[in-house]
């Protein structure tokens, strides 16, 4: 990894956040050209329609108020990106025939490297190299620092955060069983533990956790997280 890309990133999991040759983005001025980089960051290298970005980001705008509003949040979202940087930037929105596309050479992006792990892991698996998979899937969990783009609740990142909460279990899920399989429950219990940040309402994780402990004799531990299950399941 070249200087340019570790002072250059994007965080998407757990929390946003910008960083362009060392210097954080923060000067988000027009209404919504944070919401629209956040959105191009997850569609990223290929264009984007106006369209497209008018119904997701202001579906309830008239088509006319909503096309100017799209130009508005470029503007604004160019500005803050260029005032970040005092060389060519790697994240620029570059105009295309109808829309936008995001240009993010030469930066890191957590989502980017997650999915590159997970890919890793999975041709790994099929391969039968179930150690290099466990590596790759430990990379991989440790960029999940938590659920994609938290604050926002439209329908285009609950379907994109749910896919990646379902890479990271399976992730996780494959760390735990490789851990009882070599009969460490502790260290099962730990990808485990980890697991139930991502989805505290997992049966499957709940009923691993009693099962460890019952292998480490610690019966009241394990009654306790069975009931923990039950309690859990009461509130869906």
């Known amino acids: 990894m ?87 930037a790697p994240l620029q929105i570059c105009s ?36 290099g998979a466990a590596g790759h899937f430990r990379h991989a969990v440790a960029i999940y620092r938590g659920p994609l783009l938290p604050n926002q609740d439209a329908e285009w990142v609950v379907t994109e955060r749910e896919w990646l909460r379902t890479q990271a279990l399976h992730a996780l899920r494959f760390l735990s069983d490789r851990a009882l399989g070599a009969d460490d429950p502790w260290t099962a219990i730990h990808w485990s533990r980890r697991a139930l940040d991502v989805d505290p309402y997992d049966q499957a994780t709940f009923a691993v956790m009693a099962d460890c402990h019952r292998r480490l004799g610690l019966g009241a531990q394990a009654r306790r997280w069975d009931d923990l299950a039950a309690n859990r399941l009461a509130e869906v």
């Open 2 to 88: 070249s200087n340019n890309v570790e002072s250059s990133s994007v965080e998407l999991l757990g929390e946003f956040r910008i960083s362009i040759h060392g210097r954080p983005v923060t000067n988000w001025r027009a209404g919504r050209s944070r919401a629209l980089v956040q959105y191009l960051l997850v569609h990223r290298n290929r264009p984007v329609s106006r369209d497209t970005l008018r119904e997701a980001l202001w579906p309830h705008l008239p088509p006319s108020a909503g096309a100017t509003s799209v130009k508005a949040a470029v503007h604004g979202a160019r500005r803050a990106l260029g005032e970040a940087a005092d060389r060519p």
């Open 96 to 131: 295309v025939d109808g829309g936008y596309l995001l240009r993010t050479d030469q930066l890191w992006i957590d989502v980017a490297a997650f999915d590159r792990l997970v890919r890793a892991a999975t041709a790994a698996v099929a391969s039968g190299d179930h150690e």
